[in-house]
C-alpha cells in the first residue's frame, strides 16, 4: 500500500531547478533595487508607507531564496532519487505557491 502522494525526482533534474531558482531570485533581487531609484527624488514621507522600504524588503527576501537555493543546489547527494511530498514540490518552487 502506497501512503500519500509522492514524486520521484532525480538529482540532476532537482539541481538544475535549485540553479534556476538562484538565478531567478537574484534577477527579482537586482529588480527590486533597480527599483528603489524610483522613489530616489519622490517625497516618501507624504506616503502612508514608505515604497523604499518595502523594495528593499522585497530584494532581501528574494537574496535570502537565492542563498538558500544556493546551498541546497550545492548539498545535493550525486546519483540518487528524491521522494519530494507535495509540501516539498511547493518548498522547492517547483510548483507555484497560491
Known amino acids: 500500500m502506497i501512503e500519500g502522494i509522492h514524486f520521484d525526482i ?4 532537482l539541481k538544475a531547478h535549485l ?3 538562484v538565478l531567478h531570485h537574484r534577477e527579482r533581487a537586482a529588480f527590486y533595487e533597480a ?3 524610483t522613489f530616489a527624488d519622490a517625497p516618501t ?3 502612508s508607507n514608505d515604497p523604499v522600504q518595502g523594495l528593499k524588503a522585497a530584494g532581501k527576501r528574494h537574496l535570502q531564496q537565492a542563498d538558500l537555493f544556493a546551498f541546497m543546489a550545492t548539498h545535493v547527494a550525486a ?3 528524491y521522494r519530494l511530498s507535495s509540501h ?3 518548498t522547492l518552487e517547483l510548483v507555484p505557491q497560491r
Open 88 to 90: 516539498d514540490l511547493s
Open 35 to 37: 527599483q528603489k531609484a
Open 79 to 81: 546519483n540518487e532519487t
Open 10 to 13: 532525480r538529482t540532476d533534474e
Open 19 to 21: 540553479e534556476a531558482r
Open 45 to 47: 514621507e507624504q506616503m
